[in-house]
């Protein structure tokens, strides 16, 4: 392409040449770039980016080889059924291997960051030249402090994942193999920090290692939000609390730990389990689900749903996102009228019509704060604005579908079925309900309605737990998103997103519409269901 228009632009100019005309009339702008950035940040744009990829290898590789040997070389050496029967708690063992993982995880992480940084600041200080008279590195305390508190959940994460995998191996190198595709898989986000004009943005910051690293390359040159810092530190925690779980169920599990028969960190989907009548799924079953439902979500349905947004959303909802919960408990022989509460309900049914409302009212203006907190990209209004196009072209009949009724059937399929009865069989109801929430918020991919989605998803869990019939929630979910379409088809599309930006509703309506989704939520979780209850402290026991 330069070929050819500098082969153009030499034509012209001597066809003007001939005629007896001042070639310089072909150029009429002259580009002249002026270099504007500081001698910091020049540093750090081209040696940040360097050590923001460095610094996360380094705090996988710190926590990669003290995790194999922890289990997997107690495994091979023979120690560790003695450590086993010693007289310390198990929880305590488990502790101790993982702080243990965690700290050197930190310490390799650290080291190189101090070593790099003084490589990289005296070496351009001796170096001499243009080089150095146009850069300079440095990190100021307020950046390395905030360094450090991110590094914290990263290196809390892969501790954990990579010493609940290693738990699966006999041997040291047969542990290697199972991590190796782990660690090449974190690199790839990580050096994501190489690519120029990458930036952190919202959607960005709960991918986890990317969000990292791409906050460490922002931070090298001096400039980072606060909110996106705080989101990254959020959701890398969510993830090491998640992946800690799973840790310490792996490491407490005497079968896992001691048993000949092979093993692998996918045995429970492979392993034939009995038809027991009332068998759940635990924990990590319902994490392994939501994990494979976001990469098909992810490497599937955003493609399919971008070639076509009517078909790609039908696809996704059925396949994709109902579908692998159906396979999952089919495998492992759970009972499925159980596991996703396939119950009857009873008259409270019809209070989930007024608190649907009053609900999406608060939810909107739950969403107006969000907004004027965080303020709203122009280009995430003109997406909005594109795709309530489609729906609203596609016919009312069509487009409810879509929007409320396969997404109120499939998701609750998911989340407020499978996912919420592994989740509260082993954690409990407390935290079985908000991690469920909380993984539905992050579900839709977008962060401007992480929060609202994810209290929505409390709320239903709540409902659905309580009166043990996923039918409620289903109710819940086709009246939220209906009204939601019926705003859209009766206000079109400006109508709707203006709303996302306008002030508050008046006081005392926002006031009413508590009062009414407070009314009409006590008494659907006034009680559980007696018999269920029943039920569910037997399996526990």
């Not at 450090?148 to 914290?152: A, I, N, P, V």
């Not at 499939?410 to 998911?414: A, G, H, T, W």
């Given at each position: 392409?330069?070929l050819?228009?500098?082969?153009?632009?030499?034509?012209?100019?001597?066809?003007?040449a001939?005629?007896?005309?001042?070639?310089?009339?072909?150029?009429p702008v002259?580009?002249?770039?002026v270099?504007?950035?500081?001698?910091?940040?020049m540093g750090?744009?081209?040696?940040?980016?360097?050590l923001?990829?460095?610094l996360?290898?380094?705090?996988?590789?710190?926590?990669?080889?003290?995790?194999?040997?922890m289990?997997?070389?107690?495994?091979?050496r023979?120690?560790?059924?003695?450590?086993?029967?010693?007289?310390?708690?198990?929880?305590?063992?488990?502790?101790?291997?993982?702080?243990?993982?965690?700290v050197l995880?930190?310490?390799?992480?650290?080291?190189n960051?101090i070593?790099?940084?003084?490589?990289?600041?005296?070496?351009l200080?001796?170096?001499g030249?243009?080089?150095?008279?146009?850069?300079?590195f440095?990190?100021s305390p307020l950046?390395?402090?905030?360094i450090?508190?991110?590094?914290?959940p990263l290196?809390?994460?892969?501790?954990?994942?990579?010493?609940a995998?290693?738990?699966?191996?006999k041997?040291?190198?047969?542990?290697?193999?199972?991590?190796?595709?782990?660690?090449?898989?974190a690199e790839?986000?990580?050096?994501a920090?190489?690519?120029?004009?990458?930036?952190?943005?919202?959607?960005l910051a709960?991918?986890?290692?990317?969000?990292?690293?791409?906050?460490?390359?922002?931070?090298?040159?001096?400039e980072?939000?606060?909110?996106?810092v705080?989101?990254?530190?959020?959701?890398t925690?969510?993830?090491?609390?998640?992946?800690?779980?799973?840790?310490?169920?792996?490491l407490s599990?005497?079968?896992?730990?001691?048993?000949?028969?092979k093993m692998?960190p996918?045995s429970?989907?492979?392993?034939?389990r009995?038809?027991?009548?009332?068998?759940?799924a635990?924990?990590?079953?319902s994490?392994?689900?939501?994990?494979?439902?976001?990469?098909?979500?992810?490497f599937?349905a955003?493609?399919?749903?971008?070639a076509?947004?009517l078909?790609?959303?039908?696809?996704?909802?059925?396949?994709?996102?109902?579908?692998?919960?159906f396979?999952?408990?089919?495998?492992l022989?759970?009972?499925i009228?159980?596991t996703?509460?396939?119950?009857?309900?009873?008259s409270?049914?019809?209070l989930?019509?007024?608190?649907?409302?009053?609900?999406?009212f608060?939810v909107?203006?739950?969403?107006?704060l969000?907004?004027?907190?965080?303020?709203?990209?122009?280009?995430?209004l003109?997406?909005?604005?594109d795709?309530?196009?489609?729906?609203?072209?596609s016919?009312?009949?069509?487009?409810?579908?879509?929007i409320?009724?396969?997404?109120?059937i499939?998701?609750?399929?998911?989340f407020?079925?499978?996912?919420?009865?592994?989740?509260?069989?082993?954690?409990?109801?407390?935290?079985?309900?908000v991690?469920?929430g909380?993984?539905?918020?992050?579900?839709?991919?977008d962060?401007?309605?992480?929060?609202?989605?994810?209290?929505?998803?409390?709320?239903f869990?709540?409902?659905?737990?309580?009166?043990?019939?996923?039918?409620y929630?289903?109710?819940?979910?086709v009246?939220?998103?209906g009204?939601?379409?019926?705003?859209?088809?009766?206000?079109?599309?400006?109508f709707?997103?203006?709303?996302?930006?306008?002030?508050?509703?008046?006081?005392?309506s926002?006031?009413?519409?508590?009062?009414?989704?407070?009314?009409?939520l006590l008494?659907?979780?006034k009680?559980?269901?007696?018999?269920?209850?029943?039920?569910?402290n037997?399996q526990?026991?």
């Open positions: 392409e330069n050819v228009n500098n082969y153009r632009i030499d034509i012209v100019t001597d066809r003007i001939q005629a007896g005309l001042d070639s310089a009339i072909t150029r002259i580009r002249n770039t270099n504007v950035a500081s001698e910091e940040k750090g744009m081209v040696f940040g980016r360097i923001a990829l460095i996360v290898l380094m705090v996988i590789t710190g926590a990669y080889y003290p995790s194999v040997d289990v997997a070389g107690e495994k091979e023979g120690t560790l059924e003695t450590l086993l029967v010693s007289p310390v708690g198990r929880m305590e063992i488990v502790l101790g291997k993982y702080l243990t993982v965690f995880a930190l310490v390799n992480a650290l080291l960051l070593s790099m940084g003084l490589t990289i600041g005296v070496g200080s001796s170096m030249g243009p080089l150095s008279e146009n850069m300079a440095s990190l950046t390395l402090i905030m450090l508190l991110e590094l914290l290196a809390a994460l892969f501790s954990a994942v990579f010493l995998v290693s738990a699966f191996a041997t040291y190198k047969e542990a290697q193999g199972y991590l190796t595709p782990i660690f090449i898989a790839l986000p990580a050096m920090a190489l690519l120029p004009g990458f930036e952190l943005s919202q959607a709960v991918v986890p290692v990317l969000n990292v690293t791409l906050l460490f390359k922002s931070m090298m040159i001096g980072f939000d606060p909110i996106l705080a989101t990254v530190w959020l959701s925690a969510f993830y090491a609390l998640l992946a800690l779980r799973w840790a310490s169920s792996i599990n005497e079968e896992v730990l001691l048993s000949e028969t692998s996918f429970s989907l492979s392993k034939k009995p038809g027991i009548p009332g068998f759940t635990g924990s990590s079953d994490i392994l689900l939501f994990a494979v439902v976001i990469a098909l979500l992810w599937i955003v493609p399919l749903q971008k076509d947004l078909i790609g959303l039908a696809v996704t909802e059925v396949f994709i996102v109902a579908l692998p919960a396979i999952f408990a089919k495998r022989k759970l009972n009228k159980k996703f509460r396939l119950n009857r309900v009873d409270r049914i019809l989930m019509i007024p608190l649907a409302i009053a609900g999406f608060l909107i203006q739950l969403q107006v969000i907004f004027k907190i965080g303020g709203m990209p122009i280009e995430y003109e997406m909005m604005e795709v309530l196009k489609t729906f609203t072209g016919g009312p009949i069509i487009g409810f579908i879509l409320a009724l396969l997404p109120a499939c998701e609750e399929l998911l407020r079925g499978y996912i919420l009865d592994g989740l509260t069989r082993k954690w409990g109801a407390v935290a079985g309900i991690v469920s909380l993984l539905f918020g992050i579900f839709h991919l962060p401007h309605r992480l929060i609202a989605t994810a209290i929505l998803g409390i709320v869990g709540t409902i659905v737990w309580r009166r043990n019939s996923i039918f929630g289903m109710i819940g979910h009246l939220n998103n009204i939601a379409f019926v705003i859209i088809i009766v206000g079109e599309t400006a709707t997103l203006k709303y996302m930006g306008e002030d508050f509703a008046p006081l005392w926002i006031f009413a519409a508590a009062v009414v989704f407070a009314i009409c008494p659907l979780i009680e559980q269901n007696v018999k269920q209850l029943s039920t569910d037997t526990r026991s």
